[in-house]
């Protein structure tokens, strides 16, 4: 684990043994996703952090992951996280990010993304990606300062009370 200091915040960067470090702004980023979403509601609402954590940890063991925090010096509380992952066919991906709304503008997501895209790039990554949660679109324009475009769209079924 490495910490780095930047005026007001500590960025702190670990492997998988930090996840529990995110729970409470993962929840953060579960609720806004709730209330984003158009048509998957129930999902975020039925999600838990420790199913979304069994998954951070299956991807650990097949691959490499990493948990980036920004930690507030003063309130000594996190206040943004990024979880990058790399898989065995070397595809960097950023698997979650959250930054707390006190804190949105002031370069903390963009900071947390370098320090995941240098990872990646000194592990090896060949290609980078990230999924956006329907609803979320205005998120677009975050990711497109780094490169990233929309390059397909997955549509999912929403079961219907007649169970189609």
């Known amino acids: ?67 980036e925090l920004a930690i507030h010096k003063e309130a000594q509380k996190g206040i943004g996280y990024c979880v990058s992952s790399l898989d065995e066919e070397n595809t960097g991906e950023v698997e979650s990010i959250f930054i707390s709304e006190d804190f949105r503008g002031l370069g903390i997501g963009e900071e947390l993304m370098k320090r995941a895209f240098k990872w990646m790039d000194q592990a090896g990554a060949v290609k980078k990606v990230v999924t956006v949660a329907s609803g979320n679109e205005n998120a677009f324009g975050f990711y497109k300062k780094f490169g990233f475009y929309p390059r397909k769209v997955l549509l999912e079924q929403v079961k219907t009370e007649d169970g189609r």
């Open 1 to 67: 684990m490495e910490i780095n200091q930047s005026n007001a915040i500590n960025y702190i960067c670990g492997d998988e043994r930090l996840i529990d470090e995110i729970k409470e702004l993962w929840e953060g980023l579960n609720e806004h996703h709730k209330r984003k979403s158009p048509y998957f509601k129930d999902h975020y609402t039925n999600f838990s952090f420790e199913t979304r954590k069994s998954d951070f940890l299956r991807k650990a063991k097949s691959g490499a992951l990493r948990v």
